[in-house]
């Protein structure tokens, strides 16, 4: 069965340092995959998304993610983290007419 | 475009009480998926609709039911409410033959 894994359920960062939020799936085909963001209190907002060909995958507010077969994993990048960066983000696969979300990371910003 | 739109943005019910909530997709598209997120299980997909057809249903139970209407808008009810129904509850809508899902900014249900 699809699934998707984020391992890090809480990460704090200093602002300006870079970022990676860890996200790896399960399927035995090239899978759809997806980064969201979660302000408080609010929907999710998509950051980036794969779905084939180049495996560096740019997104809004200058988020990156790369997709590697050989370790199953969609990895979100920022080189430079800003304090407004500071939420709950999510790794998702689509599977059939839905999404299979991960657990979440929760992002703290120090000052 | 407007983006999707849930009402009510909050609701306070009582155990054993039944509750509606209601999801405006995007206009132009016509799937409408929710989901229901709490602190313990995460998100987890409900139900899903095109063009007024349930195509994939969630593993919750029959308490949990939803339609969608003939110009795509959407509504989910609970009834007999439990207070492990406390969650916030999000629509999703996406365009067809796309994977893209545009997210509400969900009805917080709180039972008491």
């Known amino acids: 069965a699809q699934s998707v894994t984020q391992p890090d359920i809480h990460i704090t960062v200093s602002e300006g340092a870079s970022l990676e939020l860890r996200c790896n799936y399960s399927y035995g085909a090239t899978p759809y995959l997806f980064w969201y963001v979660q302000s408080p209190g609010q929907g999710l907002q998509l950051l980036l998304k794969?779905?084939?060909?180049?495996?560096l995958v740019q997104g809004i507010k200058g988020f990156e993610a790369e997709f590697k077969r050989s370790q199953s994993s969609f990895n979100l990048r920022k080189p430079s983290v800003h304090w407004s960066d500071a939420a709950e983000y999510f790794c998702a696969t689509s599977g059939t007419y839905k999404y299979i979300f991960g657990t979440g990371t929760r992002l703290k910003v120090l000052a | 475009k407007a983006g999707v739109t849930q009402t009510p943005r909050y609701l306070i019910k009582t155990r054993g009480q039944q509750v509606t909530l209601s999801c405006s997709p995007i206009s132009g598209h016509r799937s409408v998926s929710w989901y229901q997120q709490t602190p313990g299980q995460g998100l987890q997909f409900l139900f899903e609709?095109?063009?007024?057809?349930?195509?994939n249903k969630g593993n919750f139970p029959g308490r949990f039911s939803g339609r969608q209407f003939s110009n795509s808008r959407s509504e989910m009810n609970v009834s007999t409410l439990e207070l492990g129904d406390s969650a916030l509850y999000l629509c999703a809508s996406s365009p067809t033959g796309s994977n893209e899902q545009y997210f509400g900014p969900g009805t917080r249900l709180t039972v008491t």
């Open positions: 609709y095109f063009s007024e057809t349930q195509r």
């Open positions: 794969y779905f084939s060909g180049d495996t």
